[in-house]
């Protein structure tokens, strides 16, 4: 994926504004805060009324999850093969939770190997493939319900996620074949609306009540997002807040444990991209060194990240009054572009860096090496700013 573990002179470094006076990189570099990692991991496990699992997909770096297990996090959200492998390496003593709802015979096959206990389906013939192979004996299935998309930036139901329906005959057939019945959801990526878990924690205790079934444990999802926009700080306190409330109020003495696997908001904010400009056309368009395909592929999905710095080679902030600008990438592509127009100050120039602030999700993992572009460094800093 074109991602390399930097080599140099240092291994941790003050901040970008060092690495780029000294190193002037000038392929991508994603700098880590590993202290602001650990702070954000402290805020789910203090926060959060339950097991707090990281989506390894959002990130697998090793200095993220070793990070994570020296920072208390117990759990993982492991979607294939290779992050069962990893997770088994880097932290064997911690919970593997496999909840990619879809799987070939062969994946499960590795999984069961693997000692996998926890699985999620939203399918009947999902849930006969996992009846098939998986043995019952302290196993729990979730079943995963979706409904529509409520505060998020996109849907996660579009691809998973049964009826409440369907998944209250599911829980029944679960716990009637003697696994461990628990349910799941996930109410959209960078969902900052808090009613959207409450909707959600609502249903599922509707589902038991269809089922007849008490749910072991719920797992509130992902969702929970990092800060994207400069000056408005989503507030997770709330976030939890309300899952405890809306928990407490839908099942009464019938609550089940609660599960959440934030990513995103977990590893985004303590990484910054730094990307360099390699062109700015006739003053106008704005090229850089990194793209769509590479550390920020889903800003088209989702939106541009606006928490911007500009840095000189010599690491002097940039001062000019912001100017809209079109931002394309350094493929030989037209798609290669960011959306609509970001602002960088007016008297920006071939050279410059530009500092993507809370780049850390779905960004190293995302990154091709199409074109040939794509090479990016991975290096550690005191602080990102």
Known sequence: MGLTEGRGPKTVW????????V???????MVLDRSRLRATAQRFLQGFPGLVTYAVKSNPHPAIIRTLVSAGVQGFDVASPFEIDLISRLAPKAARHYHNPVRSRSEIAHAVEAGIKSWSVDSRSELQKIFERVPVENCEISARFKLPVLGAAYDFGSKFGASPELTAELLRE????????SLNFHPGTQCVDPHAWESYIATAAEICRMAGVKARRLNVGGGFPSHRIGGIEPDLTKIFDAIETATATAFGADRPELVCEP??????DAHALVTRIKAVRDDTHVFLNDGVYGGLTELPQIGN?????????????????????????????????????????????????????????????????????????????????
Do not use: W
Not at 174 to 181: D, M
């Open 305 to 385: 990240l606006d928490r911007l710095q500009v840095l000189t080679p010599e690491g002097v902030r940039r001062g000019g009054a912001p100017v809209p600008r079109v931002i394309f990438g350094p493929t030989c592509d037209s798609l290669d572009r960011l959306p609509g127009e970001v602002n960088l100050p007016a008297d920006v120039q071939e050279g410059d860096y530009v500092i993507f602030h809370g780049a850390g999700a779905y960004s190293t993992v995302t990154n091709t090496r199409f074109n040939g572009f794509g090479q990016m460094t991975y290096l550690s800093v005191q602080s990102v700013f």
């Open 14 to 21: 003050k901040n970008p504004a060092e690495l780029i006076r």
């Open 263 to 268: 990513g995103r908001g977990i590893c985004a």
């Open 174 to 181: 679960i716990a009637g074949r003697g696994y461990i019945p």
């Open 23 to 29: 190193l002037a990189p000038e392929n991508p570099v």
